[in-house]
């Protein structure tokens, strides 16, 4: 008996650290109601802090907000996404007033118009003003919600920067809409559309239909993915969807994977740490974040010189890594194989000894760096 207390008040204290999950009732002057909020701040989220978070808006957040917040804590935390703060609205028997279009243009009307503006004049700002947020922001919605998110796509700046749109039920204008929007757009968005062979089937046609009309356009600026499971329901369709739609809009901050490096970085007729530099630049612009550069990364790009043997990058990448990680021997080692490989081992001998004083990282301990030195003077007699 004791021991299962014992793992009772460990699983409370456990859950108790990691779980930030905040309950609000927000009232909007906009609906002349309450709304309840779920909000999931990240793990060792601290307001003191001078870190900040991108934003995802839950629409139908009574039954959307766990399956979201669950992905973004589970990805974050393998540093597949960044950390963000999710924010559900729970809507439960609202969902249809608030989404109310009109029959003539397919635009919000009445409540849903008040709902639009309640979510983009009074609940982004709350949320701004009281956490730590970046300016990138993704809504998720699913049915008539996913339906309603596109219509912050009609602002001539857009609310949100992408948009996971689940098993729309699109209104009759919606695609027109969107495909004429899609053509002009100057900075980057985010679209992820996704329906089933179970799906409803009116919501089926307008989502490959739609699928269809993007899919003709040429516009760089549109980070597009669409996915058509086999065998999902349109109620269990979300939990199938999520997962690859954060997949596929964080996909630039995701470690460098084995597809990346073979069909991207082989490929390349340029610098890989050229190609390694944009990468994490782009994560800057696009999510606002300064990620420092993964070591599974400068390994990648190692590999690929080697692979390549185009040794002379080895002292761009050994800049970089100097800069990234300062206090280390990573810096020191890519330079002192540059050294070595273009025809200086004398120098790249002392940069290996010189190393000794910097911390070991990614398994290049002073042990290496010591045999390597050893190596050059056994060779050359120096």
């Known amino acids: 008996m004791n021991k299962i207390i014992l793992c009772f008040a460990l699983f409370f204290i456990t859950s108790s650290t990691y779980s930030q999950t905040i309950y609000e009732n927000f009232?909007?002057?906009?609906?002349?109601?309450?709304?309840?909020?779920?909000?999931?701040?990240?793990?060792?989220?601290?307001k003191d802090d001078s870190k900040r978070y991108p934003l995802i808006i839950v629409f139908d957040g009574?039954?959307?907000?766990?399956?979201?917040?669950?992905?973004?804590?589970?990805?974050?935390?393998?540093?597949?996404?960044?950390?963000?703060?999710?924010?559900?609205?729970?809507?439960?028997?609202?969902?249809?007033?608030?989404?109310?279009?009109?029959?003539?243009?397919?635009?919000?009307?009445?409540?849903?118009?008040a709902f639009f503006e309640f979510i983009g004049m009074e609940l982004i700002p709350y949320i701004n003003n009281s956490f730590k947020t970046e300016n990138f922001r993704v809504a998720v919605g699913h049915g008539e919600t996913a339906n309603f998110i596109n219509y912050y796509l009609l602002k001539d700046v857009p609310l949100f920067q992408a948009y996971i749109s689940i098993s729309?039920?699109?209104?009759?204008?919606?695609?027109?809409?969107?495909?004429?929007?899609?053509?002009?757009f100057q900075t980057k968005i985010f679209y992820y559309l996704a329906t089933s062979s179970n799906d409803v089937p009116s919501i089926k046609v307008g989502a490959e239909s739609l699928n269809k009309n993007i899919t003709s356009l040429d516009n760089k600026n549109l980070l597009y993915n669409f996915d058509n499971f086999e065998g999902p329901s349109h109620y269990s369709l979300p939990?199938?969807?999520?997962?690859?739609?954060?997949e596929s809009i964080f996909f630039v901050f995701q470690p460098i994977t084995k597809k990346e490096y073979n069909e991207s970085i082989l490929k390349l007729d340029t610098s890989p740490v050229v190609y390694l530099t944009e990468k994490y630049q782009m994560i800057k612009d696009l999510f606002g974040i300064e990620k420092q550069i993964l070591i599974n990364d400068f390994k990648a790009i190692e590999a690929a010189i080697?692979?390549?043997?185009?040794?002379?990058?080895?002292?761009?990448?050994?800049?970089?890594?100097?800069?990234?990680?300062?206090?280390?021997?990573?810096?020191?080692?890519?330079?002192?194989?540059?050294?070595?490989?273009?025809?200086?081992?004398?120098?790249?001998?002392?940069?290996?000894?010189?190393a000794y004083i910097l911390e070991e990282i990614g398994g290049i301990t002073k042990d290496l760096m010591l045999e390597l030195a050893d190596q050059i003077k056994a060779d050359f007699g120096y």
């Open 168 to 184: 729309p039920n699109l209104a009759p204008k919606t695609s027109e809409y969107l495909t004429e929007r899609f053509k002009s």
């Open 27 to 46: 009232h909007s002057n906009k609906l002349n109601e309450d709304r309840q909020l779920k909000i999931l701040l990240p793990r060792g989220y601290n």
């Open 239 to 246: 939990a199938h969807a999520i997962p690859k739609a954060l």
């Open 62 to 113: 009574d039954y959307l907000f766990e399956a979201v917040s669950g992905n973004v804590d589970y990805f974050s935390y393998w540093e597949d996404m960044p950390e963000a703060i999710v924010v559900g609205i729970k809507q439960e028997d609202r969902r249809y007033d608030d989404s109310m279009f009109s029959e003539q243009n397919s635009l919000p009307i009445e409540k849903g118009a």
């Open 306 to 354: 080697e692979k390549k043997e185009e040794f002379k990058y080895f002292e761009d990448l050994g800049n970089l890594a100097r800069k990234e990680y300062p206090d280390t021997l990573l810096g020191h080692y890519y330079l002192a194989r540059f050294y070595e490989e273009t025809g200086d081992p004398k120098k790249a001998m002392k940069m290996y000894r010189s």
